[in-house]
T-cell receptor, first 108, second 115 residues
Framework: GIQVEQSPPDLILQEGANSTLRCNFSDSVNNLQWFHQNPWGQLINLFYIPSGTKQNGRLSATTVATERYSLLYISSSQTTDSGVYFCAVAGNNNDMRFGAGTRLTVKP | GAVVSQHPSRVICKSGTSVKIECRSLDFQATTMFWYRQFPKQSLMLMATSNEGSKATYEQGVEKDKFLINHASLTLSTLTVTSAHPEDSSFYIC???????????FGPGTRLLVL
């Protein structure tokens, strides 16, 4: 199956700082999504982005499918951005494979 | 937007009992749904693919006789943890795509604690 690697595993920021989270995947994909998992476990869908660039407020994402990576940018981070960010991809079977996640802590 | 619900959100049971978890797509039909398990501080691991009208397909290492999956209709899949043991305690999450290669929608999860 497709392997997904996320980096860094942990990230600590001061409020207001910017950050970049990376997701590498081992094969071509038909689906790539970024999620934020809140403290109650709910996966909040941030982006559906198998290719290209999207922006939503302070968040943006870019996927370069030919080079098999995706980046999630968080600008002007806030304490409420803290949590775990997952990248998940799906190949032909539509079954999503998750990376290990990046645990983000934003300090006031 | 599309919503996937799960019931119950939390369940505590005694060792040896069976627990059923429901996953529903609320405003779309899903011929395929997926079941994941997440242990504390870990990522989500795919357990099985639930197929409407046919048998579920399980990931390697997942016991099909222990985790029974039934895709009863185009909007409902159930996961039954049979003869649950404390090591089955985990967070179970389902997902459903609205259509192939579209965004997958995830349920809020079910937290299972087996005593």
């Amino acid at each position: 199956g497709i392997q997904v690697e996320q980096s860094p595993p942990d990230l600590i920021l001061q409020e207001g700082a910017n950050s970049t989270l990376r997701c590498n995947f081992s094969d071509s994909v038909n689906n790539l999504q970024w999620f934020h998992q809140n403290p109650w476990g709910q996966l909040i869908n941030l982006f559906y982005i198998p290719s290209g660039t999207k922006q939503n407020g302070r968040l943006s994402a870019t996927t370069v499918a030919t080079e098999r990576y995706s980046l999630l940018y968080i600008s002007s981070s806030q304490t409420t951005d803290s949590g775990v960010y997952f990248c998940a991809v799906a190949g032909n079977n539509n079954d999503m494979r998750f990376g290990a996640g990046t645990r983000l802590t934003v300090k006031p | 937007g599309a919503v996937v619900s799960q019931h119950p959100s939390r369940v505590i049971c005694k060792s040896g009992t069976s627990v059923k978890i429901e996953c529903r797509s609320l405003d779309f039909q899903a011929t395929t749904m997926f079941w994941y398990r997440q242990f504390p501080k870990q990522s989500l691991m795919l357990m099985a693919t639930s197929n409407e009208g046919s048998k579920a397909t399980y990931e390697q290492g997942v016991e099909k006789d222990k985790f029974l999956i039934n895709h009863a209709s185009l909007t409902l899949s159930t996961l039954t943890v049979t003869s649950a043991h404390p090591e089955d305690s985990s967070f179970y999450i389902c997902s459903a795509p609205m259509s192939r290669w579209e965004t997958q929608y995830f349920g809020p999860g079910t937290r299972l604690l087996v005593l």
